[in-house]
């Protein structure tokens, strides 16, 4: 796999990496969610890795070892989530390539493995009735997805 | 849309005064009790507080969890995990029904649940840990 621009979208069947954290390895929807820094940005992204460019051991170097699980999404699966109920007025979250930057320095991290980071986009709707519950809908999806694939302990 | 179903509770006394029975939980560094599921929970929680959480979050989540478990008996533990900006979410699944509690790190707290089946969302959020009665009756069924 060739790594894209920041901002293009992952190749269909791509596998993505998400560390995270829980007292039972199941994968939670707390996985998913933003955090104040990264709404801030001018697009907001959930921090995820190209499994084809970073491996898991990588990941959690890269993380600090902060975390203790990561697993696994396909950016297909990712790209046919809808929130439940349906509104069609909310976009489908994608995945883009995006630099990764150590958090120090603010400068692109060079650490192995950066090049594969990417990131999951639009978990960070607003303007709809009920956003909130619908946004948490999308976080409990993509936790379902993430536990029905693979997982592994760090 | 809301699909909250009539709590039932087989017992005698009132929620309230279930309620008023569980005031005096013990501290979530408190591991004395034989609630042997609970106390794993703390142990977990106590490994982010200072990291994750603050020591505030993870009493408030404790002691909402350990009320829960007393008036709602057989209430697994659940899911328990850190979120950004040092919240600790708790989370409760079965084959139709998802129940999320968020407490927040200004110690607010936001309960979701998902009706896997009919797509029904709810959610409450409130400016503390509450048993609320939504609240009670989502977890029902996933008791």
């Known amino acids: ?13 791509a596998l993505i990496l998400r560390l995270f954290k829980s ?11 933003l955090s104040a820094k990264d709404k801030q940005q001018d697009v907001p992204r959930l921090s995820t890795s190209a499994e084809a460019l970073c ?12 975390y203790t699980h990561a697993c696994s999404l396909n950016v297909d699966d990712v790209r046919a989530l809808r929130p ?11 995945v883009e390539w995006e630099t990764a930057l150590d958090p120090s320095s603010g400068q692109p991290c060079t650490q ?12 960070d709707q607003g303007g709809l009735a009920n956003i909130k519950a619908l946004r948490k809908s999308l976080y409990r999806q993509l936790a379902r997805l993430a536990n029905d694939r693979a997982r592994a302990t760090l | 849309m809301i699909a909250v179903r009539p709590i039932e509770f087989p017992q005698t006394e009132t929620v309230a005064q279930v309620r008023s029975l569980i005031r005096a939980t013990p501290s979530i560094f408190d591991t004395s009790t034989a609630d042997h599921p609970l106390v794993l929970a703390k142990q977990f929680v106590s490994t982010l507080v200072g990291q994750e959480i603050s ?24 899911t328990l995990a850190p ?31 998902e009706d896997l089946i ?19 009756a989502q977890l029902q069924q996933v008791r």
Request: charged share 25%; net charge negative.
């Open chain 1, 1 to 13: 796999m060739q790594r894209g621009n920041d901002g293009d979208k992952l190749p269909a069947g």
């Open chain 1, 23 to 33: 007292s039972d390895g199941t994968v939670p929807p707390e996985a998913f969610q």
């Open chain 1, 55 to 66: 491996t898991r051991a990588q990941a959690h170097a890269i993380t600090q070892r902060r």
């Open chain 1, 84 to 94: 439940d109920p349906d509104d069609p007025r909310m976009r489908s979250p994608d």
């Open chain 1, 112 to 123: 192995p493995g950066a090049e594969g980071h990417c990131g999951i986009t639009e978990l």
């Open chain 2, 55 to 78: 020591e505030d979050v993870a009493e408030r989540a404790m002691v909402l969890l350990a009320d829960l478990r007393q008036v709602l008996p057989g209430l697994d533990v659940p």
């Open chain 2, 83 to 113: 979120g950004p900006d040092g919240l600790l979410g708790m989370t409760w699944e079965n084959a139709r029904y998802h129940v999320n509690i968020e407490v927040l790190a200004d110690g607010s707290v936001e309960y979701f649940g």
């Open chain 2, 118 to 136: 009919s797509h029904a969302l709810w959610s409450e959020d409130h400016t503390e840990p509450t048993l609320s009665d939504g609240l009670l």
